[in-house]
């Protein structure tokens, strides 16, 4: 599975394989079924054509 960055899981939580979670989304209760999880809380997106890739940046830099 795949936990974006600064998602938050709440206690004892179970995630099945094949699972996406958005940066920053909030996970309150098992995940059992693969797909990709946004929000908070964070729920399923619908399972269509257009959602089944995600682009992760690998190289991210901050110039201040």
Do not use: H, M, R, W
Not at 15 to 21: A, M, P
Not at 51 to 63: E, G, H, L, R, Y
């Amino acid at each position: 599975c795949f936990i974006g960055i600064g998602t938050t899981i709440i206690n004892n939580i179970n995630i099945c394989e094949d699972v996406q979670t958005g940066g920053g989304s909030v996970i309150v209760k098992n995940i059992s079924e693969k797909g990709l999880y946004l929000g908070i809380p964070a729920k399923k997106t619908k399972n269509d054509k257009t959602s089944k890739k995600v682009i992760v940046p690998t190289d991210i830099s901050f110039n201040f």
